[in-house]
């Protein structure tokens, strides 16, 4: 391990030389005065007066070179479809785009609500707000009216942009009715939704004076050129909203120049990804992996990047493959849980195709079992690499770095901190490290790396208070999940050590859920908490007390059911409605999740010296075993 080891050292010990080196890999039009501001710890300011632009790295760098080259492919076994696009053409749609977007009032700073499918406008849309220096903010498509309502507020856009609608296994799934829904229900609405019309919704109202045809609006800027608005490096990119503790969900904004040198450099120290060769994440762009390494990451290198609208059985469990061995994939990004769903279909999908020009496949967003970690790396005959981040930290904060030294893998293992992290395991309690095989939390010594959140959009205060707050008297941020490292240096990671939970791949707060599932007028109060799932990870099981002592239990669980879907989205739904009369809190008030929990997974509850009422955990058994 003697390079990654010194890498790793350097990145920490020698961190302004080390960082200054890895900055290269980026275009900047105004070179950066300091490597990094730490004079407000634990704000971390990276390559300080330095100007950029995310869109002139992922696109105009490019032109000379490989103009002609494909930067963009799209296929979208949905609608069956595919469209391509060169580095000269993904230019002029994206130079386009920010003009349209002009004309309709935005300009640098102002925020764009990205409410899209995986279609590539909504990456025209991005790289165009990237362009002009407007911050954009997508949101994931699952998500529902509410939710995107309250992102509306918190963002204040002076635009949306939509479409009418996406698809999913072959049904229409509505994002322009949902979009009026939550404009209906937002305090602070844009003026104007741009609207991409599929031809999928034909009952879509159009609202007049608000809403604007994409279609039509482009007619009047072809072949238009926007420049390029040069950003100081520490000015914020984007705004990506992720669940916490609280139901309010938090915006982790993102700067220019340390995002983009991140990306730069992971591309080549961890993806090994070349400028020429094809990159396939199957993520979705209203994740931070869509974010990362779908539009900004690849194109930053050179890449081809693929866009896939579709889910990985259909038209049979062979897509994926059959795209690699079609675009000649090097680098391929997924989740465990998509291994998992493809475990369960013929393996010979597996070997039907040339998988040759795969290097590695990554896998990120949650736990990746053994089990599943063993099964995919026999049946590709490719190393798969475990990599472990979050929203916030945007690119990975433990992997392997096979562009560094190719380390071997352990099963189940995202290996080690990546470099420009400072990753301790701290003792809950006593805030000290741990020694080998003990179990803690995940904590990183600030200052965060480049290419981590800045802050939360609008509230300093929250960014501190949420992330360094965890351990008395010490300013480290905490990732909130619990890890272990083994004797070899190898780190495992354990689960949430709050009330999150991980629904294939997708983060989401217990709290949150809990206010749906309340939102029903039935409803007296709840208790949500995630149980183990064989398919997506995890799954959210709610414990509810109803207001009335009579009512049917399948009607008012499939209610409950719908008003989840109302508030959060279908992604939220959980599992399965228990009704109790009490739920079992503390004395002092507190409800006993982990104990909840613990008998949904069939496991011991834990210390109960605290319980007021022992006959609600008996309920909750009850309800579990009938
Ligand atoms: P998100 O911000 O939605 O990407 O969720 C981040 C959370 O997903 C982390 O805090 C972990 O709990 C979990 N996670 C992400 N990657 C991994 C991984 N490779 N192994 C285990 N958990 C992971």
Redesign the pocket.
């Known amino acids: 391990m003697g390079s990654y080891r010194e890498f790793h050292r350097r990145s920490i010990a020698e961190r302004d030389s080390f960082w200054a080196e890895e900055a290269k890999l980026v275009y900047w039009h105004k070179p950066f005065g300091k490597v990094l501001d730490y004079s407000q710890p634990p704000f971390a300011k990276w390559f300080v007066g330095g100007e950029t632009n995310l869109c002139y790295n992922a696109l105009d760098r490019h032109l000379a070179a490989r103009g002609k080259q494909k930067a963009l492919v799209w296929i979208s076994t949905e609608v069956d479809q595919t469209r391509s696009f060169t580095y000269e053409e993904l230019f002029s749609e994206v130079n386009r785009t920010a003009a349209m977007m002009q004309s309709l009032g935005v300009g640098r700073g102002d925020r764009v609500i990205i409410y899209m499918p995986m279609i590539p406008e909504a990456a025209f849309a991005m790289l165009a707000c990237a362009r002009i220096g407007a911050i954009h903010s997508v949101v994931f498509g699952g998500f529902a009216a509410a939710s995107l309502a309250a992102r509306i507020d918190d963002a204040r856009p002076a635009l949306m942009i939509t479409a009418d609608g996406g698809s999913r296994m072959g049904k229409v799934v509505t994002y322009k009715s949902l979009v009026d829904e939550a404009l209906k229900l937002a305090k602070h609405p844009p003026k104007k939704v741009l609207l991409f019309k599929r031809g999928l919704d034909p009952a879509m109202r159009i609202v007049e004076g608000r809403d604007v045809d994409w279609n039509s609006l482009e007619k009047n800027f072809s072949g238009k050129s926007v420049p390029c608005a040069w950003l100081e490096s520490s000015e914020p990119s984007y705004i990506l909203y ?2 916490g503790t609280t139901g309010h969900p938090k915006g982790v904004q993102r700067d220019v120049g340390g995002y983009a040198v991140a990306l730069a450099s992971s591309m080549r120290r961890i993806f090994c990804g070349e400028a020429g060769e094809s990159m396939f994440t199957t993520s979705d762009i209203g ?3 869509g974010h990362s390494y779908i539009i900004y990451a690849p194109l930053i290198a050179g890449m081809t990047t693929i866009m896939y609208e579709g889910v990985p059985i259909r038209p049979d469990a062979g897509i994926w493959w059959k795209i690699v061995q079609d675009y000649k994939v090097a680098v391929m990004f997924s989740a ?1 849980t998509a291994v998992r769903v493809l475990k369960k279909h013929d393996p010979a999908f597996l070997k039907k195709y040339d998988l040759s020009s795969l290097k590695h496949l990554f ?6 079992d053994e089990p599943t970690h063993v099964w995919i790396t026999e049946a590709l005959g490719r190393p798969v690499i ?7 930290t945007g690119w990975p904060l ?1 992997s392997a770095h096979p562009g560094v030294e190719k380390t071997p893998l352990k099963m189940g293992s ?1 290996s080690f901190p990546v470099y420009g992290y400072d990753v301790r395991l701290l003792h809950e309690v006593t805030g000290k490290p741990v020694a080998d095989g003990e179990k803690a939390v995940v904590t990183i010594t600030p200052p965060l790396p480049p290419g981590c959140m800045t802050t939360v959009w609008g509230d300093d205060a929250r960014f501190v208070k949420t992330y360094f707050n965890d351990f008395k008297g010490q300013l480290v941020y905490s ?3 619990w890890g272990i490292r083994d004797k070899d240096g190898y780190y495992f ?1 354990l ?2 050590t709050d009330d ?1 939970i ?1 629904v294939a ?3 989401l707060g217990t709290r949150e859920i809990e206010e749906a599932v309340s939102m029903h007028p039935d409803i007296a109060e709840c208790a949500v908490v995630g149980v183990a799932d064989e398919l997506k990870g995890q799954m959210p099981l709610a414990f509810a007390v109803s207001k009335s002592n009579s009512f049917e239990k399948k009607k008012l669980e499939r209610e409950i059911m719908e008003t989840v879907d109302r508030q959060l989205g279908a992604i939220a739904r959980p599992k399965a409605v228990h009704f109790v009369t009490l739920l079992p809190k503390t004395r002092s008030g507190k409800t006993l999740r982990r104990s909840i929990q613990a008998l949904a997974e069939g496991r011991d509850p834990g210390d109960l010296t605290t319980i007021e009422d022992p006959n609600a955990l008996e309920q909750i058994k009850q309800a579990l075993h009938p």
Do not use: K, M
């Open positions: 992720t669940s994740w931070v992996v465990p896998l990120a967003g949650e736990p990746l475990d990599h472990y981040w979050q929203t916030e433990l995202p990732t909130f999940d990671i689960g949430r999150v991980n791949g997708h983060r």
